[in-house]
């Protein structure tokens, strides 16, 4: 398996636009982890785990040496099988060193390349809870990370491994890139996943690859959650690939490329492989939940200052002053990333759903009506930013335009009247009686 490995400049700006890639996750997730139950040779009554580790680059100290730079780090896992609802069993430790040379400071912080190692150990099914430490040499700093697994039989007739999504694959040079974690970017135009496939025995079987989108069924968009507002969900296939196999006994590697045209949406997916027979009863089954990140917000929250000022629509006057009088851009940074802290509705994670949502509809703003002002500075845009787009506009031409947004989900509808006749859509009525109800 060949490691990835890119070269980034470095500067402040940048360092803004990594950090809020990653929202306040990267100091809390320093390094990533995966744990992969593969149905390979191991003794009877256990099941091989592959634990992968990933350590961005920016995690490490790097040391100049003669020809470039190095960095060294020793990794530790402690492995518990958790017993009841508290209670946990020590089973086994392990260690391992990593070395990590690269020709030029710049290489040394990139955000996007990653060391990965791999550790792989057998355990009997059940629960476990894995502590993977990690210690830089150069530093002596202690960086440790925690991941519960279910660890499954696979000692059925038709078994799968667990899926691993690939950063990158060559299939003619039969090279694939791990991806180790539970997000991936957005703008991704394909998404391939790795799994291994055992028969105990000649068959011919359907495999089948389904990725699942949970869909808003109703509910208020972005204020909503702010508010305490709830919605539901439901789900649909947006992709399923079916094909007939005739396989003979043992095992082999599988990787299933999902074309991507649009890229994904922002959110949450499943990834589905199922195994069916010829009477379409299934014999084998493995789920991988995953998020897509918006790749966008990187781009969207560059210049910082305009991304304050845009807290306007959903923030109080004193906490954006707050932010502001921060003396130097890395304190109004912290100030900021700690506004959205404070409103991730899934604290620990890498994504803040929240930030992530409002950017995005800033940046559609600017994109459909963007002119003399910037599209979130406009009537229409302020509506956008706040409620996403509408579920049908209705339009009616004359010496002055009008444009009426209806949001049936709401129950709520906004008209816009082009007063010049040069596009310059007023809102006819404020949003709210009183600004600070939504704020």
């Not at 958790?82 to 430790?93: H, I, K, S, T, Y």
């Not at 700093?141 to 696979?154: A, C, H, I, K, M």
Request: charged share 25%; net charge positive; hydrophobic share 40%.
């Amino acid at each position: 398996m060949r490691l990835p490995f890119a070269k980034t400049c470095w500067h402040f700006v940048v360092g803004l636009l990594l950090l809020a890639g990653r929202a306040h996750a990267q100091a809390e997730l320093p390094f990533f982890l995966e744990a992969i139950n593969v149905p390979a040779t191991a003794p009877p009554g256990q099941t091989r785990v592959d634990l992968y580790v990933a350590v961005p680059y920016q995690t490490l100290q790097f040391l100049q040496v003669e020809r470039g730079f190095r960095a060294t780090y020793n990794l530790q896992v402690e492995i518990y099988r958790l017993e009841g609802a508290d209670q946990r069993r020590f089973v086994r430790r392990a260690g391992w060193q990593r070395q990590v040379a690269v020709a030029d400071f710049a290489a040394t912080r990139s955000a996007e390349t990653r060391d990965l190692s791999m550790y792989t150990f057998n355990l009997a099914p059940g629960r476990y809870e894995l502590v993977v430490q990690l210690e830089d040499l150069a530093t002596r700093r202690l960086l440790s990370r925690t991941l519960e697994t279910r660890v499954r039989s696979l000692d059925a007739p038709v078994a799968l491994s667990d899926p691993l999504l690939l950063d990158r694959y060559d299939s003619a040079q039969q090279v694939m890139v791990s991806h180790v974690g539970q997000t991936v970017s957005t703008d991704r135009s394909s998404l391939s996943v790795f799994y291994e496939l055992v028969v105990r025995r000649p068959q011919r079987v359907q495999l089948v690859h389904e990725l699942v989108r949970p869909e808003r069924r109703s509910g208020w968009p972005l204020i909503g959650p702010l508010l305490g507002i709830g919605r539901g969900e439901e789900y649909r296939v947006i992709y399923r690939h079916a094909v007939w196999k005739t396989l003979t006994a043992g095992s082999r590697s599988q990787v299933h490329t999902i074309p991507l045209p649009e890229g994904l949406e922002a959110g949450a997916y499943l990834l589905r492989i199922l195994v069916l027979d010829s009477e379409g009863r299934e014999l084998a089954l493995v789920e991988k939940p995953f998020t897509a990140v918006w790749s966008g917000l990187l781009a969207q929250v560059q210049d910082l200052d305009e991304a304050i000022e845009q807290l306007r629509y959903i923030a109080k006057q004193k906490d954006i002053d707050y932010i502001k009088a921060g003396k130097t851009p890395e304190e109004r940074w912290q100030r900021f990333l700690s506004f959205w802290k404070k409103r991730d509705p899934t604290p620990g994670t890498p994504r803040n759903e929240q930030m992530e949502e409002f950017y995005y509809r800033v940046a559609l703003a600017n994109r459909k009506f963007g002119g003399r002002r910037p599209g979130w500075q406009t009537d229409r845009g302020h509506i956008v930013v706040l409620f996403g787009e509408p579920d049908f506009i209705e339009r009616r031409d004359g010496s002055r335009p009008l444009e009426i947004w209806h949001y049936q989900r709401l129950g709520r509808r906004f008209i816009f009247i082009d007063r010049t006749g040069r596009g310059d859509f007023e809102l006819l009525e404020p949003v709210w009686e009183s600004p600070s109800r939504i704020r």
